[in-house]
């Protein structure tokens, strides 16, 4: 059964971090890029940041550029979203998606397109940010 799974979530303070992490199982991460999204309470779901196959090409949205950074380890089969320096707005469901993409470039199609087709999808972990 090809599944993704996010972890790493829960209650942080303002100005904290988290790491996230989505692992793959039942098939390899290597031919996909990884998008990750949030959903914050009564919004729409956002793209928060992506990362290309060969982790060669990343991309993020404005919101948590300078804070977020999106990296893999093929070895491990997972993606990571380390995020720094929490604010109360990035409170929110956290998936990560996989998608073949046929130009690493696309990769900004992930996090700049609304409803931009995924292949597979985890099914989330809360992230909490609040004093």
């Known amino acids: 059964q090809l599944q993704l799974v996010e972890s790493g979530g829960g209650l942080v303070q303002p100005g904290g971090s988290l790491r996230l992490s989505c692992a793959a199982s039942?098939?390899?991460?290597?031919?996909?890029?990884i998008g990750w999204f949030r959903q914050a309470p009564g919004k729409e779901r956002e793209g928060v940041s992506c990362i290309s196959k060969s982790g060669g090409r990343t991309d993020y949205a404005d919101p948590v550029k300078g804070r977020f950074t999106v990296s893999r380890d093929k070895g491990k089969n997972t993606v990571y979203l380390q995020m720094n320096s929490l604010k109360p707005e990035d409170t929110g469901v956290y998936y990560c998606?996989?998608?073949?993409?046929?130009?690493?470039?696309?990769?900004?199609?992930?996090?700049?397109?609304?409803?931009?087709?995924?292949?597979?999808w985890g099914k989330g972990t809360l992230v909490t940010v609040s004093s």
């Open positions: 998606a996989a998608r073949r993409l046929p130009f690493e470039a696309m990769c900004v199609l992930i996090t700049t397109q609304v409803g931009y087709r995924m292949d597979y």
């Open positions: 039942g098939f390899t991460l290597d031919n996909y890029a």
